[in-house]
DNA sequence: CGATTCCTTGAGGCATCTCAAGGCAAGTGG
DNA sequence: CCACTTGCCTTGAGATGCCTCAAGGAATCG
């Protein structure tokens, strides 16, 4: 069974933030400013002006490690934080009724996670660690607490709009693209997130397994590992396990966008 | 070509706002409160309290009318307001790059669309009247500026949020369900919401067509008609082109379901 | 070293798509 | 008032893309 990972009991990965509140120092090494922060134009503060900046500056989100394999909240769980991924990468999931996982979005560095839970104070979803990794823990109720003029509601709204958003390209990948269209779309996403955080855009590694990419894509794993290896006889990738360069990216992207160009001229 | 209704000129579309404002009486038959609101239970106000409920009656939403066929808003346009539907039903839908168009909601009285807009100060989607409709247009602004307390941010936070956790089970639905799963998952849906506002849980009228739900759905128009069709061989359905009256709706809860059953007893 | 996990590849089957034809209802024009 | 068009739906037949089942290899771990 795989599944061992995900039954890891609850108590012990919450007891990070009762370490957080015991640091004494009044600007704890886990306490820092969103100003300071390298993440700081992919993050919350993007976009931000002086005083917007220094009020969230004034907030001094805790900080939080996930190892690998760790769940950082779990479906279903009361729902406080919203969460920043720091390093590292995470997965959102969905457990279905039959005890399969549905995988609904890859988060990275920059990226935030746990918006789902505040239209029923739980969280929809549960976020698990695929590395090793640390994420800023931002208290929901501080970001509305602190919504004089309107500060609060645009960064949380903003947020939360620009996940409808992506949910919905994704609802548009799985309603209208095939197997290749798909691998595709998935990879070039990847592609850009990476070159948007200074790594390369053309070789990474992918922290997820083929099942996780499949249950993401809506394919299944047999077919995401054929899908790559078609990739590679057509010289658009060289792959090896999980360590994937881009060979012809222009080509990729024609992939992802055949049929709607065929479609078009049509 | 059927694509005359889309291209209506967007100024005649968008001109139901100056009509508002030149109706002099302060409290203008288009500007009605919502605590008087037959759809108060279902709509923004629901669980709210006294103080919030007055807040939201001293907005004022304007009213507007869309006929059957018209936008009420195109993708890209610039985003000012939330949209509340009173009466009738819409569609939410992307353009493809091929032209083609993805479904990526149905909206009815009582539920609110616009909200993929905040991201980028602009319509990430497009909604169109499936019937004669009437909505509340609610302006974004003013309900972030009555952001004192929290009031404005839980409001459209909670919305959003709701929002995200609905297109998380449509991921879901078109990751991993087939054909007639998918289209009793819908049906079922459909019939809940009706049943919600008063109407029958078990007849009703389709206000889409079968091209609309299958792109909704992520099939094809002839696959949904043959699902149809198999409903009704089943005897779960009777279907007279767009009425539908369930027969069994336990059988159809038990075929959404089927595989998720199957598979947890395996 | 055996057990386990993850990945790849093959073969066959099936669900869904594609293409095509025809029916029905409503609207339109002669 | 009838012929014709148009939009929407249904159904069939054939093609195909993806899934399922199965086997085996490679890397990792205790």
């Known amino acids: 069974m795989s599944t061992a990972i995900l039954e890891a009991p609850v108590s012990q990965i919450q007891n990070v933030p009762a370490r957080q509140t015991m640091n004494s120092a009044p600007e704890s090494p886990l306490k820092k400013l969103c100003s300071n922060c390298h993440l700081r134009d992919l993050c919350l503060p993007a976009g931000m002006t002086g005083s917007d900046m220094s009020r969230l500056d004034g907030l ?14 779990h479906e279903g769980e009361r729902f406080q934080f919203i969460y920043a991924v720091r390093s ?13 996982e549905q995988v609904s979005g890859f988060h990275m560095a920059g990226e935030q996670m746990g918006l789902d839970g505040v239209a029923q104070g739980k969280h929809a979803s549960s976020a698990t660690a695929l590395e090793d990794t640390e994420v800023c823990a ?8 602190l919504a004089e003029g309107n500060f609060g509601t645009h960064v949380v709204s903003r947020l939360m709009s620009r996940e409808i958003v992506r949910e919905h390209s994704l609802m548009l990948l799985l309603g209208s693209m095939n197997a290749e269209e798909r691998l595709a779309a998935f990879l070039l996403n990847l592609s ?14 992918l922290r997820m397994s ?21 990739f590679q006889q057509q010289h658009l990738l060289e792959v090896d396990k999980r360590h994937i360069r881009i060979i012809d ?18």
């Open 138 to 145: 931002i208290p929901y109720a501080h970001l509305t607490d």
């Open 249 to 266: 990216l222009d080509g990729l992207t024609r992939l992802r966008d055949a049929r709607a160009l065929r479609d078009a001229s049509a």
């Open 88 to 100: 590292g990468t995470f997965k959102s999931s969905l457990t279905l009724v039959d005890g399969r």
């Open 192 to 205: 850009q997130r990476l070159k948007a955080r200074g790594y390369s855009a053309s070789e990474f590694h």
């Open 60 to 73: 001094m989100f805790g900080r939080r490690k996930v190892k690998a394999g760790q769940a950082l909240y």
């Open 210 to 230: 083929r099942a996780e990419i499949g249950s993401y894509l809506g394919m299944t794993l047999e077919t995401v590992s054929r899908t790559f290896s078609a």
